[in-house]
């Protein structure tokens, strides 16, 4: 029974920071890609950073470069995305997904990944 559990979203300024968790079980965690991606209301769900398995290869989409950053604790089998410099349109629910070594298509696509958190909610006001 695999699970993907998301926490420490919440209400935050602009500029403001978050640092959100993912806590996954029934899995071999170490053996995933591990993402971040976000849905705003009425949007795409879109790419926010991706991790490799061991943590040495790491991707985040241009949006959130030099602002976001995605790392992993495999003892803890948890990954987490440090949010700094947070913008009104950085406003989504955040969904951590597992993926696969198996699985065909890029860490940048929804679609690649297995497994999907409920998500948890990051609100910026200006």
């Known amino acids: 029974q695999v699970q993907l559990v998301e926490s420490g979203g919440g209400l935050v300024q602009a500029g403001g920071s978050l640092r959100l968790s993912c806590a996954a079980s029934?899995?071999?965690?170490?053996?995933?890609?591990m993402g971040w991606f976000r849905q705003a209301p009425g949007k795409e769900r879109e790419f926010v950073a991706a991790?490799?398995?061991?943590?040495?290869?790491?991707a985040s989409a241009d949006s959130v470069k030099g602002r976001f950053t995605i790392s992993r604790d495999n003892a803890r089998n948890t990954v987490y995305l440090q949010m700094n410099s947070l913008k009104p349109e950085d406003t989504a629910v955040y969904y951590c997904?597992?993926?696969?070594?198996?699985?065909?298509?890029?860490?940048?696509?929804?679609?690649?990944?297995?497994?999907w958190g409920p998500g948890t909610q990051v609100t910026v006001s200006s």
């Open positions: 997904a597992a993926k696969t070594s198996h699985t065909s298509g890029s860490y940048y696509y929804p679609t690649a990944y297995n497994y």
């Open positions: 991790i490799s398995g061991n943590g040495g290869v790491t």
């Open positions: 029934g899995l071999t965690f170490s053996t995933y890609t």
